[in-house]
């Protein structure tokens, strides 16, 4: 069992980010009475709702995300904790991750606070060294900052240092003019491949100096565009000018060919890693593991039940306080059919590079996985989006990056069913 | 001959939107027939599409009761006809159960091709025809000019033509009178051996077929067995009766009236339009003149989008089958589309009103490949073959002859459009045979023309070459010999079978880039390239690529982010379901006309 904690608070919110997270101000954060630590005693009510309808499950990964979980004190987080421990078997060297924003991981004692309660696992919100780059995404830290704050976790007794960088991002208006020959003629041409060498070139600056930092795990995702933000409306008044295909697809294939370089392993389509690094957690997911979600708008998924609370955080501490014993709060719920679940584990398996592995599927499905999907499995590795082993079926970095054209056109030729 | 002097039957012609079948409204409600209560626009046509189109498919009757200012009582009979060139043959029978005809042309538009096909069909009926010019009240009308046009190209005396507008009602009781008063009475002997000609038949699900028919001699009397000439197949009359304009159950029916019958007829090709009802006991010597048997012209493959839809599909042609005989199909296999039907039609609007109603009436997800006519092939072993689709053409290493239809046409055009015409119809491989001015604006183009010409982007072509301006007709004439190749579309060096097409040998070049460049267009990029070529034989004439795609992945996916994300994906997948796929490529369904749509960017 994974566990997934979910913190619904932000300093501030960033121009890109759909999440509905609630705007904390530095006296919120303080409070010994305020909104967090509110949000902690109802956490650990839920956690003993999940012990009573569970029982002493053994859970293997912890994860605090959000959000910003770097917003919890310490002892907060050592609350939580210890209340997990008292509820469950949790593994000894089990992966306890926090997200943090630099920032907030700054602030004197936090670092060391959370190493002390049992946090072995850090992931920095970085995104971007570049100044503009963070104001256009609206994030409050500086690159200096985030550099200080991986440098000082470093200094402490972490297992896992990750950073979360971001590529695809769009040119600020300032950095890169509108183009003014007319689109086709050849000085048009030569400014737009212009342009994309100058965003291959900021992203390999980002890359270059986080790989510098020696975090032992990167995540680098591409951007994108959630309806209702403040960048997506941005790009729609088009006062944003959003790279073309050919410069994400650089982007990605560099990524991809840097991190090996410098030594990390591509595990999943935005994940790197230094040998025995990779995030537990998150593999967790796309082995079709079951997870706990804990904290509003968390999904849980046990058994063939999905399991989502309320979003705004009075209505899950309602849904918390309100649940009778050996029941789960009161939320959405999805029952998923076998059929779904096997959508599901194709579709994240597929994330992975190390891929599906047919064993399993011939048992699950009672079908041989590249006998039921020949044609396709035959086109993919010839067309080299593809690799095969005796074990597994997985997906080149190339294939990755058309992930979603891929797995649709698996969804298209499973079996139909009522979904 | 004895006349009925009471009755009158008769019908409307007038081009599409020149007010038909709001005149036929107003005449119901003037007459009381339809009152306030029931009414509604164009009560005629009873199916959406008519109504949606503003068009006639299925002919209709009205019996209405009428008293004329003269004080007498009479019996007036509204046939109303489709007026469109592929249901000339409906049109011509449904002229020939009437004596005369209102001629509606609209004030401010003039006399249109459709008006004058239909006109010169009633003339040939020996119809009166009674010119009536609508749309007064508008401020663009201008009555004395379109008199003018009327008399100069119909040769119809207009002194008096009747003013009206059918829109407010202006003018619409003097209609009424007119009809009495100008249209001659039937005339038949209800003594004589019975003559009933049968001008429309439909499918219902509870009666049968339910047929429309005039009687021209004779009496019919429930409970009758009658006999149909054709096929000497009899029936016993279980019901009789009229629209007037509901159904009404009738005893009897005589000489110049105009009435329905069911009979336990199961199917409509046992009571074709123009065939001829007698009594079993007391046949008449003859039949009406002018049966036929309606040939389809223009042929297209209908395809499920989903191959598990097929016998959906088949049910579905079966049902609209037993109401429209002149429709056919029969199954055919395609590479490309699997298992369907090759349908056949009478022209361009029946196919489209035929999917339309597969999609609307039945849920059929369809893939229509482009029209084809029925080419005629003459093999070395002397064999005749009838090529209604392109993919079964002989190899051309054994075609001796090649046959193509031609049709004579003819566009009414205001003058300043001349020039775009005739660039269109040279451009159609056309040759004009006449030209001439029906007023000092407007002109009558006369082309034959191969038919496959017309099929093709046509009818888009002549409305934006004249802003809308031209209206046209045509007729069958014969086939004539042609130097005609088979074009065949290659996707990764398959041929698909679904798109090749069959044309001019001087053209298949262009044509060949044209469409192998809308197919790049149509065709959206996927995981691999696509490569499409165009090829007569094995020489391959053209050839576009589609690069594969370069980008589509969702940057995060962890435990909250499953259910989204596998949504998001089923969806896509769903707005593929109208795609086809053919091997590693999925072909969308504007695909299969991009033989049709060259000219459209």
Redesign the interface.
Same mark, same amino acid.
């Given at each position: 069992m !994974?566990v997934?904690i979910?913190i619904p608070y932000c300093r501030g919110k960033c121009r890109y980010c759909a999440f509905s997270s609630q705007p904390l101000g530095r006296q919120g954060a303080a409070n010994p009475h305020g909104p967090l630590a509110a949000y902690t005693s109802t956490l650990v009510a839920e956690i003993a709702l999940w012990r009573q309808a569970l029982g002493p499950v053994p859970v293997s990964s912890i994860f605090f995300?959000g959000g910003t979980p770097s917003l919890l004190a310490p002892q907060q987080v050592g609350s939580i904790l210890e209340a997990l421990h008292a509820a469950f078997r949790v593994a000894s060297g089990a992966e306890i991750s926090i997200e943090a924003n630099p920032e907030s991981a700054l602030q004197p004692g936090w670092l060391a606070g959370v190493a002390a309660a049992g946090v072995n696992r850090l992931s920095f919100g970085v995104q971007s060294f570049h100044a503009e780059e963070l104001r256009l995404l609206g994030r409050i830290h500086t690159a200096q900052q985030a550099i200080q704050a991986v440098e000082a976790a470093q200094r402490l007794p972490f297992n896992s240092i990750s950073l979360d960088l971001m590529w695809g991002l769009p040119c600020a208006e300032e950095a890169c003019p509108p183009v003014a020959a007319s689109a086709g003629s050849p000085s048009a041409t030569r400014a737009a491949t212009a342009l994309v060498r100058q965003a291959v070139s900021r992203w390999q600056t980002t890359l270059a100096t986080a790989i510098a930092l020696g975090p032992q795990h990167l995540s680098c %995702?591409?951007?994108?565009l959630e309806e209702g933000t403040p960048l997506a409306r941005q790009a729609e008044g088009n006062t944003l000018a959003l790279p073309p295909?050919?410069t =994400?697809?650089a982007q %990605?294939l560099h990524t991809v060919h840097a991190l090996r370089r410098a030594g990390f392993a591509q595990y999943e389509?935005?994940n790197f890693a230094k040998p025995g690094h990779q995030c537990q957690h @998150?593999l967790g %997911?796309?082995h079709g593991e079951e997870?706990m /979600?804990l904290g509003p708008?968390?999904?849980?998924?046990v058994g063939s039940v999905?399991r989502?609370n309320p979003a705004d955080v009075a209505a899950w501490h309602k849904a918390v306080v309100q649940c009778s014993p050996g029941k789960l709060p009161q939320g959405e719920e #999805?029952h998923l059919t076998p059929a779904?679940l096997e959508? #599901?584990l194709l579709?994240?398996a597929l994330?992975t590079t190390q891929g599906l592995p047919l064993g399993p599927w011939a048992q699950r499905t009672g079908r041989a996985f590249t006998r039921q999907f020949s044609?396709l499995v035959d086109? !993919?590795q010839r067309?080299g !989006?593809a690799t095969r082993t005796a074990t597994h079926f997985a997906l080149t970095p190339r294939g990755? =990056?058309?992930? @979603?054209?891929?797995? #649709?056109?698996f969804?298209?030729a499973l079996p139909a069913h009522s /979904? | 001959m004895p006349r009925q002097e009471h009755i009158r039957n008769f019908s409307i012609i007038a081009h599409i939107d020149h007010g038909k079948s709001t005149l036929a409204d107003r005449i119901l409600e003037c007459t009381k027939l339809v009152n306030e209560r029931d009414k509604r626009a164009q009560y005629l046509d009873r199916m959406d599409i008519e109504r949606e189109r503003g068009i006639t498919i299925k002919a209709q009757t009205v019996r209405i009761p009428y008293t004329a200012d003269n004080g007498k009582e009479y019996v007036l009979n509204l046939i109303d006809t489709p007026g469109h060139v592929d249901f000339n043959y409906e049109v011509s029978r449904s002229l020939a159960a009437c004596e005369g005809a209102l001629l509606v042309v609209d004030a401010s538009q003039g006399v249109e091709a459709q008006t004058l096909a239909n006109v010169y069909l009633a003339l040939d009926h020996n119809h009166e025809i009674i010119p009536i010019l609508n749309k007064v009240d508008l401020a663009s009308a201008d009555v004395e000019k379109v008199k003018t046009e009327i008399e100069e190209c119909i040769g119809l005396d207009c002194t008096d033509a009747l003013p009206i507008s059918a829109k407010t009602g202006l003018g619409v009781p003097a209609v009424l009178e007119a009809i009495v008063a100008r249209l001659p009475a039937p005339e038949g002997d209800p003594e004589a051996p019975l003559k009933a000609l049968i001008f429309d038949s439909w499918y219902d699900s509870y009666q049968g077929v339910m047929v429309l028919f005039r009687i021209m001699d004779g009496t019919i009397k429930k409970g009758d067995k009658i006999r149909l000439f054709s096929t000497g197949v009899e029936h016993d009359v279980l019901r009789l009766g009229v629209f007037s304009p509901d159904a009404l159950d009738i005893d009897q029916l005589s000489a110049g009236e105009v009435g329905f019958f069911c009979g336990n007829i199961k199917s409509l090709g046992d009571a074709r339009v123009g065939d001829t009802i007698t009594h079993a006991a007391r046949p008449a010597s003859s039949a009406v003149d002018g049966f036929k048997d309606v040939q389809a012209m223009v042929f297209c493959g209908l395809y499920p989008t989903d191959s598990s839809d097929y016998e959906g599909l088949k049910a579905a042609l079966e049902k609209l089958q037993l109401n429209d005989a002149a429709f056919s199909y029969e199954p055919e296999t395609s590479q490309a589309l699997g298992f369907g039907f090759r349908c056949g039609f009478l022209g361009l609007l029946h196919m489209e009103i035929i999917q339309e109603r597969l999609e609307r009436e039945f849920q059929m997800e369809l893939i229509a490949t482009a029209p084809s006519v029925i080419y005629r092939v003459v093999t070395t072993d002397g064999k005749t073959h009838h090529v209604a689709n392109p993919a079964k053409l002989p190899d051309p290493g054994r075609i001796t002859e090649f046959y193509e239809p031609y049709v004579r046409m003819e566009v009414h055009v205001p003058n300043e459009y001349v020039g775009n015409v005739m660039r269109l119809c040279d451009e159609k491989r056309g040759s004009q045979k006449d030209i001439r001015y029906l007023t000092a604006t407007r002109v009558i183009l006369t082309y034959e023309l191969p038919f496959a010409e017309i099929v093709y982007d046509f009818f888009d072509r002549l409305k934006s070459s004249t802003k809308g301006y031209a209206s046209m007709d045509y007729e069958f004439i014969d086939y004539q010999p042609a130097n005609l190749v088979k074009l065949d579309m290659l996707i990764n060096s398959d041929p698909v079978d679904a798109l090749a097409v069959i044309v001019h040998r001087d053209k298949a070049y262009s044509l060949g880039r044209s469409i192998a460049l809308k197919l790049k267009r149509t065709i959206p990029r996927q995981l691999f390239e696509v490569i499409i070529q165009a090829a007569i034989g094995n020489k391959v004439i053209a050839r576009e690529r589609n690069a594969p795609l370069g980008k589509n992945v969702t940057a995060k996916c962890y435990g909250g982010d499953i259910t989204r994300k596998r949504k998001l994906l089923e969806k896509q997948k769903e707005g593929k379901k109208r795609m086809k796929r053919m091997g590693n490529v999925e072909l969308p369904q504007e695909a299969f006309l991009a033989a049709l749509t060259v000219g459209d960017d």
């Open positions: !994974l997934y979910h995300g %995702y591409g951007l994108m295909d050919r =994400l697809t %990605y389509i935005a @998150n %997911y796309w997870y /979600g708008a968390a999904v849980a998924t999905r989502t #999805e779904t959508q #599901e579709m994240l994330r044609t086109s !993919l067309s !989006l990755l =990056l058309l992930s @979603n054209a891929i797995i #649709e056109q969804f298209a /979904g | -």
